[in-house]
């Protein structure tokens, strides 16, 4: 049996897609190899969303140079956002590669691959207007209580920074059906979350269902105990998804809600279309409909342009929607992006003074937050021990916060209830308050 490996970087669609194309591949007859040095085929899945990602790749090709030239037959491919951005760059910079496909043309991968092996090269890059395959049913997810369910390809914002449009496309809509059926599956199957995905999750729609009409759906269905859905704009958080948020019992009490800055000015040149009183009403609604209610964020620090004050207005916004938990970059200039041609960069050393500002502040944040839940009990959907400690399982609170509990092997999965009996700014330690319950 042919074995593989996928080596995965970036954001969740990634993590997911590299689930999609690792269903394609067993399919093939492919079985998961325990590292590249063992695998007939190595699949990068790539991410190009800041200067380091992109990166990396190449770094990663030069040391997986020296496997393909010790095994020939080895396939070596680039997929995901940088195959997309570099296309046929990559066979310049890296001969040794044998196949490159974009993010959108995941469903071809089989065929990439003979065609590969046949002609020694293959490569396929979307256009907009490319059909989209939706894989269903087909992908092999890792194992645990979570499962990812894709409901759009693409973004069409135009944010002065990113480079997610060129890479992935122009939006298209999955199937309400077909997204249904695929939760009501994994459901039955006995995976009570299901994570709804999309680059822009809340502009989803598909013919009179918007997500709200969509988060209704999924809630009614048996054995779906928790559900989220990332990434979302705050421009598209509607009233009709916040209420949805407040309605339904399997929606969970925490929204990744990347706010990029708190400054206007900046908001504006990111093109973000939307304002920081904007943001800040829409947090203070759900906090107060919403028990228990987090947020975390994405921050971009040192946009071109950024003064002192805008970046001082960046951590009033951190201290005012208090969030659990925010995932800061210094602005990466992203060749393409409208904000490439900015002459007015911030120095590399001012970028990375204020992200560590930004993240001293944080930590008090959320160390505070953290405090203020210790005696309090939540229920922890398990997945496993910890990576750390053997003597370890981990879960996570509705709210999304990770909790650390004493190893039991008769309850290493599932939920919990757990009292909380130590914060620390990441995470909580927790005792068990009541047996564990089956998933
Ligand atoms: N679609 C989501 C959105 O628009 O909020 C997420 C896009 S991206 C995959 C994830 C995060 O990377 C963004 O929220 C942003 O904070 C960050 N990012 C994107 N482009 C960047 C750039 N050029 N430099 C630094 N950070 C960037």
Request: some cysteine; aromatic content about 6%.
């Amino acid at each position: 049996m042919k074995r593989y490996v996928i080596e995965t970087w970036g954001c969740q669609m990634n993590v997911h897609d590299s689930e999609k194309m690792a269903g394609i591949l067993r399919g093939c007859g492919y079985e998961e190899a325990p590292s590249a040095g063992e695998a007939d085929l190595v699949l990068l899945n790539t991410c190009s969303v800041r200067e380091k990602a992109a990166a990396k790749v190449f770094s990663r090709l030069g040391a997986l140079r020296r496997l393909k030239r010790a095994r020939p037959s080895m396939i070596l491919g680039v997929c995901g956002c940088v195959a997309q951005v570099e296309g046929e760059t990559i066979f310049r910079r890296a001969p040794w590669v044998d196949l490159v496909m974009g993010p959108r043309n995941l469903a071809q991968l089989g065929d990439l691959l003979e065609r590969a092996r046949r002609d020694g090269r293959s490569i396929s890059l979307a256009r907009d207007d490319d059909p989209i395959v939706f894989p269903s049913g087909t992908a092999a997810r890792a194992q645990g209580p979570k499962a990812y369910v894709t409901v759009m390809e693409g973004c069409n914002k135009s944010c002065a920074f990113c480079i997610v449009p060129q890479t992935r496309g122009r939006e298209v809509y999955r199937d309400t059906e077909a997204i249904v059926a695929e939760a009501r599956d994994l459901a039955a199957g006995g995976t009570p979350e299901i994570e709804l995905l999309g680059q822009n999750v809340n502009a989803w729609h598909h013919g009179p269902d918007d997500l709200a009409a969509l988060l209704h759906r999924i809630d009614r269905l048996p054995g779906v105990r928790r559900l989220r859905f990332t990434t979302s704009h705050p421009g598209h958080l509607t009233p009709r998804i916040m209420e949805a948020m407040r309605d339904l019992p399997s929606v969970c009490n925490h929204l990744h809600l990347p706010a990029q800055s708190g400054s206007d000015r900046v908001l504006k040149r990111m093109r973000r279309g939307y304002t920081r009183a904007k943001c800040l009403a829409k947090i203070d609604w759900l906090r107060r409909a919403v028990p228990d209610m987090a947020f975390s964020t994405d921050l971009i620090v040192g946009f071109p342009g950024e003064t002192e004050e805008d970046f001082l207005d960046t951590l009033d916004l951190v201290r005012a929607a208090g969030f659990a938990q925010i995932y800061a970059f210094a602005y990466s200039r992203r060749p393409g992006t409208e904000a490439a041609a900015a002459t007015d960069g911030v120095p590399a050393e001012v970028q990375s003074e204020r992200l560590q500002r930004l993240f001293r502040l944080q930590e008090e944040i959320a160390a505070r937050a953290n405090a203020d839940l210790v005696g309090r009990t939540f229920e922890v959907l398990l997945d496993g021990p910890s990576r750390l400690d053997d003597d370890v399982v981990k879960g996570r609170t509705r709210c999304n916060r990770i909790v650390h509990l004493p190893a039991n092997p008769a309850a290493a999965r599932g939920f919990l209830q757990a009292r909380i009996v130590r914060a620390h700014p990441h995470s909580l330690t927790g005792e068990p308050a009541a047996p564990a319950s089956a998933a």
